[in-house]
């Protein structure tokens, strides 16, 4: 496929220190690289019962799921309630409690924040039909504790990308921002951020205040935000056909991360801990299959613990200047890249976009720099098998930009790309 240089268009919570600029750079850049190392390294064998270490439950009842959960059906609203919105230009703002599915589809409750533009609900002069347009947007959420999630970072300051959602409420569209970690913070569990995506889109379309019942829907997320709107959209087809997706806009999406722990090394590294929170989230999600802890020597064992609530900052500093050889015992860390578990390997093919075969029906935007450390040449082949599988493909390759810079260029493109996408234009294709 040929590679466009340009897009057509129109027109978390508590932790100890909030990460500075060149932290926060580098939180994205390594969202994905320390995680697969880590996964790679400590994610073997089958566990005792009880294994995973969970967050503390959130402390507001309005996140409790009902004893009769199992009688909703996925996107059902459990619960809601308004929110003030400071920093939104007026926004009209609730919190929804919905039914969702887990990774092994047990029912779950997942919440999601909808904000809705100054005006009112009901329809907007921006869609091509139908209701007011209905973004949804996947943030990078890098945490383990459930008061880290987008439902409070999106208004306590956390959330470093929360003022680009101005630009698509300032265009008339509703914007809704799932807590796609779920209600256990498994940070690393891609397949699960789809499904909750899905299932929140769902629920604020049933949600009747905001009157969005009739709107068209788009999906966008960079990084682990991206991996999520990923996989909402590769599902969608088999999960939630119902839904009018118009278009996707996915930005440095680590296509394999069993791929990119066989290319990283186990050298110290300033954001280690952001790889070791990574292998606890799927330990959380996959509970039955695996097990890190008797990977672990001591130090590994001390580093789970303080960081089970932690949100990205704190992790940064607890894990910093680690290596596998700091945490995990010997023969793991040994065998770090060397991955020949069955379960392990299953369990990184299920969260990886390139080995997992669905596809999206609905167009899509991907961007990704080209002196991106998540390999660009596993973002180029998932695009080509997109394009082969016949979806409407526009492929931007960022010259000179890295995981840190490429959002910056890709998110006001993207969102350039779903207006058009909700204004009925045919969708531009690279293939």
Known sequence: ????????????????????????????RALTLLAATALAAGLTGTP????????VADPDGFYWAPPDL??????????????????????TGYQLLFRSNDSHDNPIAAATTLLIPAGGAGSSDTGSSGGRPLLSYQPFVNSLGTHCAPSHSLFNGEMQEAVALNLPLTRGWAVNVPDHLGPTSAYGAAQLGGKITLDSIRAVRRFEPAHLADSQVGLTGYSGGGMATGFAAALAPDYAPELPIVGVAQGGVPANIGKL???????PHALFGLGFAAAIGLEREYPAELNMGPQLNDSGLALRDQIANACAGEIISAG????????????AAQAGLNRTDPTLIRVLHENSL???????????YQWHGDADQVNPGLVRELAGRYCHAGTPMLLEMVPGADHATSVLTGLPHAFAYMSDRFAGLPAPSNC
């Open 1 to 28: 496929m040929t590679v466009r240089q340009a897009v057509p268009s129109t027109c978390q919570g508590r932790a100890t220190a909030r990460p500075q600029t060149s932290s926060a750079r580098g939180l994205r």
């Open 48 to 55: 005792p019962a009880g294994a995973a270490i969970y967050p």
């Open 70 to 91: 199992a009688n909703f059906q996925p996107g059902d609203v459990i619960r809601s309630r308004p929110v003030a919105t400071p920093g939104f230009l007026g926004a």
């Open 261 to 267: 722990a066989l290319e990283v090394g186990q050298t």
């Open 320 to 331: 910093a200047n680690r290596s596998f050889y700091d945490v995990f015992l010997p023969a």
């Open 354 to 364: 390139e080995t997992f075969p669905g596809v999206p029906r609905a167009p899509v």
